[in-house]
């Protein structure tokens, strides 16, 4: 749990980096590190799952907001990879959406 607790402040800090009127390359950063942060929490529910199983699993209210937050973390990503425009609002919603994890 405090591995995860990092995870989620470093990724928290990435976040507040992110500013209107950011050059290519810092967004193509950016964008890396998301995708790398949304695989390990992904990861991080999918072994929850498994050693606790569904039900146990969602009895605690805090692994439901994980999987809902990953959820629309990974709804997100397979939005902007099959998109072939920027997104607008949606896709100013899938850079707020991983916020939820705090």
Not at 7 to 15: A, H, S
Not at 64 to 89: C, M, P
Request: aromatic share 12%; charged share 20%; with cysteine.
């Amino acid at each position: 749990e405090k591995l995860v607790m990092v995870l989620i402040t470093v990724n928290g800090f990435f976040m507040l980096y992110d500013h209107v009127g950011i050059d290519d390359d810092t967004r193509k950063l950016l964008d890396l590190q998301s995708m790398v942060f949304d695989i390990l929490f992904t990861i991080e529910v999918a072994l929850k799952l498994c050693v606790f199983g569904f039900v146990k699993y969602m009895e605690d209210p805090f692994n439901t907001v994980d999987i809902v937050a990953v959820s629309g973390a990974l709804s997100f990503l397979w939005i902007q990879s099959t998109s072939d425009t920027e997104g607008g609002a949606l896709a100013d919603l899938a850079v707020v959406w991983p916020i939820l994890r705090v």
